[in-house]
């Protein structure tokens, strides 16, 4: 439970870091609208070569109609939602829950 915890809090970290990154770029950008960096594009300049692994085996091994529609939408969505989201589940999952006393008559 406490590793679940701290993964989940680590995990709003990163999601807290990553969003403070977008908002810098959007304020830095001479346009002024709001930047918002995919998960695909984070994970494609950390590893590309992963990236096209997971993109094979998938294909290959599972669907290819799954990587597609998919997984390409789930890696166009902003990274700070995906690691907020994320760790806001981790850490529910991994909280202290109650004792409850159950009395029987």
């Not at 993109?55 to 990587?67: F, G, K």
Request: aromatic fraction near 12%.
């Amino acid at each position: 439970m406490m590793m679940l915890r701290v993964l989940g809090v680590w995990s709003l970290l990163l999601a807290m870091v990553v969003l403070t990154i977008d908002g810098t770029k959007s304020l830095a950008s001479s346009e002024g609208q709001w930047i918002a960096t995919p998960l695909g594009e984070h994970w494609f300049k950390l590893d590309a070569a992963s990236l096209n692994a997971a993109q094979a085996a998938i294909e290959r091994y599972v669907s290819p109609t799954l990587w597609d529609p998919v997984i390409v939408s789930f890696l166009q969505v902003p990274s700070w939602i995906i690691f907020g989201v994320l760790g806001l589940a981790l850490y529910w999952c991994g909280r202290k829950r109650r004792r409850i006393n159950v009395y029987d008559n």
